[in-house]
């Protein structure tokens, strides 16, 4: 959505914990006034502000970060050499591979669990555990058009942002819970994660 009016992706800026930022030089690059632009992209949905920086960059906060899960496509770049022993959390192979191992089940278990596939509210993903893997996966537009986009150490970030996000905010129902959005959208931020992540379905 971004991209296609700014012409390339924006980059993804702070934390997301409390507002999802991305940072354009758009207007820059391809010498259109950054006024412009800017007008331009808040007509967009989704688009909370967009503010133009005194060195006309464009500062953009968008309503529902959760949104961008639906544009996350398959990673087609060659496994990192990592080993795959041991499986200890020193060896980023491991992280990697059991953050994906982690995604695969959850959507094993949702299915058992009757976590319903339909229904995906984006704006659901908007606790910080959650936000802080959305801030990760944001990058993968850039990082796709880099010359030099440092997959491994990508990886990596994603996979411990994902683990910390398992631990701290389950993506099935616990106990007695009910199944409801809330997990359908957990569960397909999953999915995402394993589209992006390589490794097994189990480990």
């Avoid at 695969?104 to 659901?124: I, N, S, T």
Wanted: proline residues 12%; glycine residues 8%; negative net charge.
């Amino acid at each position: 959505m971004l991209a296609g009016i700014l012409g390339e992706p924006p980059v993804p800026e702070g934390t997301w914990e409390r507002e999802a930022v991305y940072v354009s030089a758009a207007a820059l690059r391809r010498g259109v006034p950054a006024e412009e632009l800017a007008a331009r992209v808040r007509e967009l949905d989704g688009v909370a502000s967009v503010e133009v920086r005194p060195n006309g960059f464009l500062r953009i906060a968008v309503t529902v970060p959760g949104e961008l899960v639906e544009s996350v496509g398959p990673l087609d770049v060659p496994e990192p050499g990592w080993p795959d022993f041991p499986r200890t959390w020193d060896n980023p192979g491991f992280v990697v591979r059991y953050a994906h191992a982690r995604a695969c089940a959850v959507r094993r278990w949702a299915r058992d669990l009757g976590v319903p596939e339909r229904g995906f509210r984006p704006e659901l993903l908007d606790d910080p555990p959650h936000r802080a893997v959305l801030r990760v996966l944001a990058e993968l537009p850039g990082r796709r058009r880099s010359r030099d986009p440092g997959w491994e150490s990508y990886l990596l970030r994603l996979a411990l942002a994902y683990h910390d996000a398992c631990e701290r905010v389950p993506a099935v129902p616990v106990g007695d819970e009910e199944p409801g959005p809330v997990h359908t959208a957990r569960v397909r931020l999953a999915q995402a994660v394993a589209t992006v992540l390589p490794g097994p379905e189990r480990l």
